[in-house]
């Protein structure tokens, strides 16, 4: 991306459209199931889980330890730059009817879900 010009957080955007469509068998099983996947996506990587809280309209994973310094310098990343791959996602969550963010909190990324005003209408109505 950066010998493109663009930014990593378009690339990684780009990414979660490219993935997006392998998430569709979890479409409906609510913010938790999604916020486990993408946290179980970060463990794969080297991650540490350490909390996964949250129902089917609002879920938070917070993941921490990854990258090590080891890996940011072998990509020649920073932390800041490694961050931007959170922006993955967005566009996943999107085509599940869900809203995505991530937050840096010290060590550790926090990653949330949920779902979108018509969906937590339409799971009140129990639809």
Do not use: H
Request: proline fraction near 2%; charged fraction near 30%; glycine fraction near 12%.
């Amino acid at each position: 991306a950066r010998e493109r010009g663009e930014s990593l957080e378009d690339a990684a955007r780009f990414a979660g459209r490219i993935f997006a469509p392998g998430w569709e068998s979890e479409r409906g099983k609510g913010a938790r199931t999604i916020a486990r996947w993408a946290a179980l996506n970060a463990v794969t990587c080297g991650a540490n889980v350490r909390q996964l809280d949250g129902d089917a309209r609002r879920a938070e994973a917070t993941v921490a330890g990854w990258p090590s310094e080891e890996d940011l310098a072998s990509f020649g990343l920073t932390q800041e730059e490694a961050d931007a791959l959170n922006e993955l996602y967005g566009p996943i969550a999107e085509r599940l009817g869900l809203r995505s963010a991530w937050r840096r909190d010290g060590d550790a990324v926090v990653m949330s879900f949920s779902a979108r005003e018509s969906e937590r209408g339409a799971a009140g109505r129990g639809t």
